[in-house]
């Protein structure tokens, strides 16, 4: 398989390489990172993690891609910040199947617009490279950081398919559901600033 790599102005999204697991546990299994997303994970859930993300690029040819900062001399300049991509939606109760995109930064690249750079790539690879009808974003409620990022990316609430698991907010027990639509992303161009 050809190694993924696509630049933007600021990221580089990539394959995984032997040492970012390194990085992806040190930097964004932490309180802050995880708190929407089940909590800290122990050395099982670390097994877990890497067995999913290296499942969905062999099973289906795109993954959540390590997000690196580029060389060029602007903050956190060339290192390793999270990952962002695509992948198929697959907890159980949901939309399974679907595509999904999904993100995690660690905390110290927060509020620089990584995120937003990295799934606006991410949504147009899967809109025009993998001709996705739609793609849809999960998250809890709670998390209005990450809802808050789906709405600036264009997608809308689809709370049709909103559904019930207390995996990631045991105490909301629900996962609430975004998405967007091949004709919305093309009639955007690229997603609107919100007011």
């Not at 997608?155 to 996962?175: C, H, K, N, V, Y």
């Given at each position: 398989?050809?190694?993924?790599?696509?630049?933007?102005?600021?990221?580089?999204?990539?394959?995984?390489?032997?040492?970012?697991?390194?990085h992806?546990?040190?930097h964004?299994?932490?309180?802050?990172?995880?708190?929407?997303?089940g909590?800290?994970?122990?050395?099982?859930?670390?097994?877990?993690a890497?067995?999913?993300?290296?499942?969905y690029?062999?099973?289906?040819?795109?993954?959540?891609?390590?997000?690196?900062r580029?060389?060029?001399?602007?903050?956190?300049?060339?290192?390793?910040?999270?990952?962002?991509?695509?992948k198929?939606s697959?907890?159980?109760?949901?939309?399974?199947?679907?595509?999904?995109?999904g993100?995690?930064?660690?905390?110290?690249?927060?509020?620089a617009?990584?995120?937003?750079?990295?799934?606006?790539?991410s949504?147009?690879?899967?809109?025009?490279?993998?001709?996705?009808?739609?793609?849809?974003?999960?998250?809890?409620?709670?998390?209005?950081a990450?809802?808050?990022?789906?709405?600036?990316?264009?997608?809308q609430?689809?709370?049709?398919?909103?559904?019930?698991?207390?995996?990631f907010d045991?105490?909301?027990?629900?996962?609430?559901?975004?998405?967007?639509?091949?004709?919305e992303?093309?009639?955007?161009g690229?997603?609107?600033?919100q007011?």
């Amino acid at each position: 398989m050809v190694e993924f790599r696509r630049e933007t102005p600021r990221l580089v999204l990539r394959d995984w390489r032997e040492a970012d697991w390194a990085h992806l546990f040190e930097h964004t299994n932490t309180p802050a990172v995880m708190r929407w997303l089940g909590g800290v994970m122990d050395e099982a859930g670390k097994i877990k993690a890497r067995e999913r993300l290296e499942s969905y690029r062999r099973d289906h040819g795109f993954t959540l891609w390590v997000v690196e900062r580029r060389e060029d001399g602007g903050a956190l300049a060339g290192e390793w910040l999270g990952f962002c991509g695509l992948k198929r939606s697959n907890i159980a109760g949901g939309p399974i199947g679907d595509m999904e995109i999904g993100w995690r930064l660690r905390e110290d690249a927060w509020g620089a617009g990584y995120a937003r750079e990295a799934a606006e790539e991410s949504l147009r690879i899967g809109f025009e490279e993998w001709d996705a009808p739609h793609i849809l974003a999960l998250t809890v409620e709670g998390n209005t950081a990450s809802w808050g990022l789906m709405r600036r990316l264009g997608m809308q609430p689809r709370t049709d398919l909103d559904f019930a698991s207390s995996e990631f907010d045991a105490e909301s027990g629900m996962i609430i559901v975004y998405a967007i639509t091949r004709r919305e992303w093309d009639v955007l161009g690229s997603p609107p600033e919100q007011k």
